[in-house]
């Protein structure tokens, strides 16, 4: 079955600096790539995802790239702020039934 | 619209004991799941519904039961309660044609 890898598990950066997440994924079938946030307390929320025929999918100041070949996919988040602390899970998953697979997660603490 | 609820929030068991966790969604959704989160392991798919009447087996359902009698309710049943069950709970619910997953606030179980 398919395996999600997520690095890192932690990631500290100043306020405005840049941050980047990446998975990697096992099953070459796998074609829908999600990005959700978690704050504290609360459930997953989907941020962007990206699907196989796209390499690269923008929204403000996040952005999900996408490398099939070597079946890794990357968050990147720019002008970081506080509130994007929280912690980020990647996942995927194949067409048909949408079974998601998720990464460990990575806890993103912006400091001000 | 409330989205998807949980309940109880939090809840401690003994060893041995039994309990149900309710999950509501009001947005007419047909597929539903339950995973549980552990640090360190992301979420893992517990059981999931693609309709009324209909289970399926995820990742790791040993343990669990589930029953979806109603298209807007998924019950999650632990008949003999573990240590190992210490989890946080997470039900979620999506569209057919969509990938998206919406998640509820989480269960905080805890077994003595």
């Known amino acids: 079955g398919e395996n999600v890898e997520q690095h890192p598990s932690t990631l500290s950066v100043q306020e405005g600096d840049s941050a980047v997440i990446k998975c990697t994924y096992s099953?070459?079938?796998?074609?829908?790539f999600p990005w959700y946030k978690q704050e504290l307390g609360k459930g997953p929320q989907l941020i962007i995802d990206i699907r196989s025929n796209v390499g690269e999918k923008k929204d403000q100041r996040i952005a999900v790239t996408l490398n099939k070949t070597a079946k890794h996919f990357s968050l990147h988040i720019t002008e970081t702020q506080p509130e994007d602390s929280a912690v980020y899970f990647c996942?995927?998953?194949?067409?048909?039934?949408?079974?998601?697979?998720f990464g460990t997660g990575t806890r993103l603490l912006v400091s001000p | 619209n409330a989205g998807v609820t949980q309940t109880p929030k939090f809840r401690v068991l003994k060893t041995g004991q039994s309990m149900t966790l309710l999950c509501a969604q009001d947005m007419n959704h047909e597929y539903m799941y339950w995973y549980r989160q552990d640090p360190g392991m992301g979420l893992r798919l517990i059981h999931y519904?693609?309709?009324?009447?209909?289970?399926a087996k995820g990742e790791v359902p040993d343990g669990y039961n589930v029953s979806r009698l109603k298209k807007q309710n998924f019950l999650l049943g632990l008949e003999s309660a573990a240590p190992s069950q210490t989890s946080v709970y997470f039900c979620a619910s999506s569209y057919p044609s969509s990938h998206e997953q919406y998640f509820g606030p989480g269960t905080r179980l805890t077994v003595t």
């Open positions: 099953d070459s079938a796998s074609n829908y």
């Open positions: 519904s693609v309709g009324e009447g209909t289970t």
């Open positions: 996942a995927a998953s194949k067409t048909g039934f949408q079974k998601l697979v």
